[in-house]
């Protein structure tokens, strides 16, 4: 079957379109600026994501007609997405990570809030990625990343974090590493906390800029899987978050000596959790407290910790999933940044002497509402415990799908998820699972599908399916199977392996061959992936041992591909490769390309008109034979 085109068509709009929910537009990523007169964020509301600055007001919503939107210069060419944005401390500068067409090949650009002319920084680099401001705002942590190197070495992949100085250009190189990143810089500019290691074996070094003593602070033997920390504002203590030497992440003290004798002292614990994940933390500019934002069972719990030692105080959490924190710079209230069933990313605050949470940037519910989801526990098939999340439409029609999330160092939570919200609304029922090796229940489980133990995770897929199968008011001959990056994978092993559970699949920017994987795909996504599916030098029989496309001929079921065309994470040759397969024996296969579109699906009128395309296609599967 020939490849479809969804042309993009990004235009203003302050609503959905109508009969595409998906296309309701989002805010995220809130900073207050350091005379806490303004607020910048994220929004997609002009199609694409772009930076926002409007006055904070003292009560009720931003204004949004009063909103700028700062342009980007030249920086990441026609489609420069921007991903992540710091405010320098002395509140000149917003520094912004752009994602040309949701692509990988980063860059970093200094703004200038007032709406002078944007800074780039190191554009002859391959990409750039974001690092931390130096207290006085004079410098910037940023990562540098090149397409070069030896595939046969250790160090492919490494980048180099480097101190911009934004004052005249001039910068210093901090070291090299698998994904560096300049996590904090001291009050007195002579230390930096600098985080290396590939996935699940990160690790925090402390490095003292006059004399090149590297202390590490955390990581432990076997690394970490989260690893953050920030200077506070009082001298001597840094903050860690981390998930080094335990099972769970949780909020660390260390203490430093004076720079000149490098003491550390034991990490001491300041706010744990038993079974519970802590995902986010912001320190407060103002004093000793910190937000900190806990996964408890897939939703988010939120409280502000004295971290002088005294009580916790719970704030109400105003949304199912909460993606950052910020403190208002009165001191009164804190910015919440989250999402929820059929409610998009909005930013709302919560005063902390009580009363209702205040919309600031969106929060309106986009009909139609879908139900709430049902959490879900079942056995895999060697008995390991696993859960997820069930969708029930209000009229079932029979269809059931499975849904895979990408990472795998991912979790499904019961959030805004405009695609699965469209298919319960058409009556299909779907479960969300976290197989083994998704995040949120702690590292030994998200280490059970580390290199040869994947197949494992395959196997959780099926069990995921027979659940699915069971459930009153699905018909077991008309269950599909879907899912992005990662989870487009496990779709494709799933119906090469099991291709008799499927009426039909749904592969999204998925790897269908690991081994080209590896040599088609960014080297700093390459090297710091060895710890998670595989060294190619060492493990090439496995890797082509649990690749989707020699086993292709397996597959009988229609499958749905859908990719972007400037993905280079995984490679749109991925999915052309599988459509080959398949369409060169006359296999139902159809293929959907995104052309102005990477790894991540940005222009949300595209997004959602792949999801109408996915919808219709997941409706229309026919009754698998036999």
């Not at 000149?260 to 320190?283: E, F, K, Y």
């Not at 940005?602 to 409706?619: K, S």
């Amino acid at each position: 079957m020939e490849a479809v085109r969804v042309e993009p068509a990004s235009r203003s709009t302050h609503a959905a379109e109508p009969g595409l929910p998906g296309a309701a537009a989002g805010h995220h990523s809130p900073v207050v600026s350091p005379d806490g007169a303004r607020l910048a964020w994220i929004s997609d509301l002009p199609g694409r994501p772009r930076v926002h600055v409007a006055p904070l007001p003292a009560a009720g919503p931003v204004d949004l007609e009063r909103a700028v939107v700062l342009g980007t210069g030249d920086a990441g060419g026609p489609q420069p997405d921007v991903t992540a944005l710091s405010w320098s401390p002395d509140g000149g500068r917003i520094a912004v990570q752009i994602a040309p067409c949701g692509g990988d090949r980063t860059r970093v650009v200094l703004l200038d809030p007032a709406g002078g002319p944007p800074e780039e920084i190191a554009p002859a680099a391959v990409a750039v990625t974001l690092g931390a401001w130096s207290p006085t705002g004079g410098r910037l942590g940023v990562t540098i990343h090149t397409d070069t190197g030896d595939p046969a070495s250790d160090d492919y992949g490494a980048g180099t974090a480097c101190l911009f100085d934004v004052r005249d250009g001039t910068s210093v190189m901090l070291g090299t590493g698998q994904s560096p990143v300049v996590q904090a810089i001291s009050g007195d500019g002579r230390r930096v906390v600098l985080r290396t290691g590939r996935r699940g074996e990160r690790v925090l070094e402390l490095l003292d800029l006059r004399t090149g003593a590297r202390d590490r602070i955390a990581g432990g033997p076997a690394g970490a899987m989260t690893a953050t920390a920030r200077f506070g504002a009082v001298p001597g203590t840094l903050w860690v978050h981390t998930d080094a030497d335990r099972e769970h992440a949780a909020l660390l003290a260390v203490a430093l000596g004076p720079a000149a004798d490098h003491r550390i002292a034991p990490a001491r614990p300041v706010a744990v959790r038993s079974g519970a994940d802590l995902d986010a933390v912001a320190l407060d500019p103002a004093g000793p407290r910190a937000a900190l934002v806990w996964n408890a069972g897939g939703r988010s719990e939120v409280e502000i910790a004295d971290l002088r030692g005294g009580r916790t105080q719970r704030v109400p959490t105003p949304c199912d999933v909460v993606g950052n924190v910020t403190f208002d710079r009165d001191g009164t209230s804190l910015l919440v940044a989250g999402h929820g069933p059929g409610v998009p990313p909005h930013v709302l605050r919560v005063p902390f002497g009580g009363g209702p949470a205040v919309p600031l940037l969106g929060g309106a519910p986009v009909p139609p509402a879908p139900p709430r989801p049902e959490r879900v526990t079942f056995p895999a098939e060697d008995g390991l415990r696993l859960g997820g999340w069930l969708h029930r439409p209000q009229a079932p029609t029979g269809a059931g799908f499975v849904w895979l999330h990408g990472g795998p160092e991912s979790e499904e939570r019961p959030g805004w998820a405009p695609l699965l919200h469209e298919l319960v609304a058409r009556g299909v029922t779907v479960l969300t699972p976290n197989v083994r090796g998704s995040s949120g229940r702690g590292r030994a489980f998200a280490a059970l599908d580390d290199v040869d133990r994947r197949p494992s995770s395959i196997t959780d897929v099926r069990a995921a399916t027979r659940l699915l199968a069971s459930v009153p008011g699905v018909d077991p001959r008309r269950v599909v199977v879907g899912g992005r990056s990662y989870g487009g994978f496990l779709t494709l092993a799933a119906l090469t392996r099991f291709p008799e559970l499927y009426a039909g699949g749904v592969d999204i920017c998925g790897m269908s061959d690991m081994v080209a994987f590896y040599t088609g795909t960014e080297p700093w996504v390459a090297g710091p992936a060895r710890s998670e599916y595989g060294d190619p030098r060492t493990d090439v029989a496995l890797l082509e041992e649990l690749s989707p496309l020699p086993a292709a001929g397996r597959i009988g079921a229609p499958l749905l591909l859908v990719h972007g065309e400037h993905d280079t994470n995984v490679p749109f040759d991925q999915s052309l490769a599988i459509h080959a397969a398949l369409d060169g024996r006359g296999a139902p296969v159809e293929l959907l390309r995104l052309p102005e579109e990477g790894h991540e699906v940005h222009d949300r009128h595209t997004r959602a008109r792949a999801n109408g395309r996915i919808v219709d296609w997941v409706t229309g599967v026919s009754v698998r034979p036999g």
